[in-house]
């Protein structure tokens, strides 16, 4: 079986993929097997170089104690102290992760926030009372010291070096963050609102005119993106410090079966921007798999590879980013699992899988359109510089034989292989649950 690839038919351009820092950075941070960890994800050679770093700036539960959050680690500390002033010697571990990240080959660095700083909001905690469940945890009067406040951070590590590229100021506002993580509700026009001001008070500030807003990251591709993208999209001022429009890409299960049409909702998404907004990309910065239990196996693997395909193929996406790289609870959240209890870690199929992807996708890769005869293959192509780079995903029993355009690096993932090279194939057997890459130069011994 042949597969067919039309560089005539090119597509987005692609960014990268990355990873978040929170909350497992302000842990691993402070152990001695940090840099090795560091090196696992963003090091070309001894790690699967994702290329973006996602910094959360913190709103200070871990300082103060405040609210209904068991898990420790998804209590943060925050640069702003009650006096007013900066501490940015607080968050050190992560902020060690962040710039130990780019020193190993990440490219860029995204600071997202989850809840503005507990001094700036309605009832001093980084996550709403049930009793008022419905509504921002921000007063609009606080706006103005929660934009400075962002701005001031990012402009403190602009000043180190650190390439920041992206500030996003509101992360997942449909939900109604009452407990276990610091979290704030904004409806569609309170988000739009506040990002205007963000956009409005950037271009005051000379040291900071490379940076970007992302935004809103609303948490499922089902419900108001369309809403949210519409307010975030409003204002000029807005527009002008926006390169995309970034979201998560959850998709929790619904009682009903036409709400449990991924493929679907993605189109969907994908015709609205396509009409509305046809030159403004999308970036998928959040995912991870909702399902309780470690899972280390294909099994999740598959899941993950899934989500990818449809996220790039479907919604056109132009990066794509886990939400944690390392995971200490019993789910399946992470790329790599650590114990609280010693140093030791466990690397997941997932980590690899998502190598198969990462490692060998260059940055700046343009998607062109390939298929085989074969529907149950799920084939991805990227062009670069005159390479090509293929993924192939099979996720059924069976086993399948493809054959290539050109003579290629091959790289498979199943349960018994790991990112395992081989060089020179033609042709190649798809081993049952598996994630494929394959490497060659276009044009070169085509057939």
């Known amino acids: 079986m042949k597969i067919n690839i039309d560089y005539t038919r090119q597509y987005q351009t692609f960014e990268g993929f990355g990873v978040s820092g929170a909350w497992w950075a302000q842990l691993v941070g402070g152990r001695n097997n940090r840099d090795v960890i560091s090196k696992l994800l963003f090091d070309r050679k001894e790690g699967i170089a994702l290329t973006a770093y996602r910094y959360n700036i913190g709103a200070g539960s871990k300082d103060s104690g405040n609210g209904n959050i068991d898990n420790p680690l998804r209590r943060t500390e925050s640069f702003l102290t009650d006096n007013g002033e900066y501490d940015f010697s607080k968050d050190s571990n992560a902020v060690y992760m962040m710039k130990q990240a780019i020193r190993d080959g990440a490219k860029e660095i995204v600071l997202f926030v989850n809840s503005p700083p507990e001094q700036m909001t309605k009832n001093g905690k980084s996550h709403l009372d049930p009793k008022n469940a419905f509504r921002t945890n921000l007063d609009r009067k606080n706006y103005p010291a929660f934009v400075k406040y962002c701005l001031d951070v990012t402009e403190h590590f602009v000043s180190e070096g650190l390439p920041v590229k992206y500030l996003s100021p509101v992360n997942e ?27 409005e008070e950037l271009e005051k500030r000379p040291a900071l005119r490379d940076i970007k807003l992302a935004g809103v990251e609303a948490g499922d591709i089902r419900w108001f993106n369309k809403s949210y993208t519409r307010e975030l999209l409003r204002y ?26 991924r493929p679907a909702f993605l189109r969907r998404f994908r015709r609205y921007m396509d009409r509305h907004y046809p030159d403004m990309p999308i970036r998928m910065s959040e995912w991870c798999h909702m399902q309780g239990g470690r899972d280390s196996s294909m099994s999740s693997a598959l899941v993950m590879a899934k989500v990818m395909w449809e996220d790039i193929n479907l919604l056109g996406v132009s990066s794509w980013q886990h939400w944690i790289a390392l995971s200490e609870v019993d789910y399946c959240d992470g790329l790599i699992y650590i114990n609280l209890d010693d140093e030791s ?5 997932r980590y690899y899988v998502t190598g198969n992807f990462s490692k060998y996708i260059p940055y700046g890769a343009r998607r062109v359109h390939a298929d085989c005869a074969d529907s149950e293959l799920l084939i991805t192509a990227f062009n670069k510089d005159k ?51 394959f490497v060659f130069a276009e044009g070169e011994d085509e057939k």
């Open 173 to 199: 506002p449909v939900w109604i963050w009452t407990g276990g993580q610091e979290g704030c509700h904004y409806s569609p026009r309170q988000a739009g609102s506040l990002m205007k001001l963000f956009a």
């Open 236 to 261: 000029p001022q807005t527009r002008k410090r926006l390169d995309g429009v970034d979201l998560h890409s959850y998709f929790l299960h619904a009682p009903f079966p036409f709400l449990n049409n």
């Open 345 to 349: 870690y466990e690397i997941t199929k």
């Open 387 to 437: 390479k090509t780079v293929l993924t192939v995903i099979n996720g059924t029993e069976k086993t399948k034989k493809i054959e290539l355009p050109a003579r290629s690096l091959f790289v498979v993932t199943d349960e018994a292989r790991s990112l395992e090279e081989y060089e020179n194939v033609s042709e190649a057997e798809i081993a049952p649950r598996s994630v494929n890459t």
